[in-house]
């Protein structure tokens, strides 16, 4: 008997190796979470992007463009 998305129900009647499996997946997913959220605080380094003073307020069409 295979849990189906319709009925959620299903996951308490799963026992053994499926219900293992169902949460392997979780703990695994939170623990990737958890490691990138830990990678991307350790090794993000914005001090070297380039900062832009002035905007771009308009973009000039350009006389190159053949009109349809």
């Known amino acids: 008997m295979e849990p189906k998305l ?34 991307y605080k350790t090794f993000n380094d914005s001090g ?5 003073q002035d905007p771009i307020g308009v973009v000039p069409l350009s006389k190159n463009i053949p009109l349809k």
């Open 6 to 39: 319709e009925d959620i129900s299903d996951y308490n009647s799963l026992q053994g190796d499926k219900k293992r499996t169902v949460w392997m997946v979780v703990i695994t997913g939170i623990l990737i979470g958890v490691g990138y959220l830990i990678a």
């Open 48 to 52: 070297d992007a380039l900062k832009v």
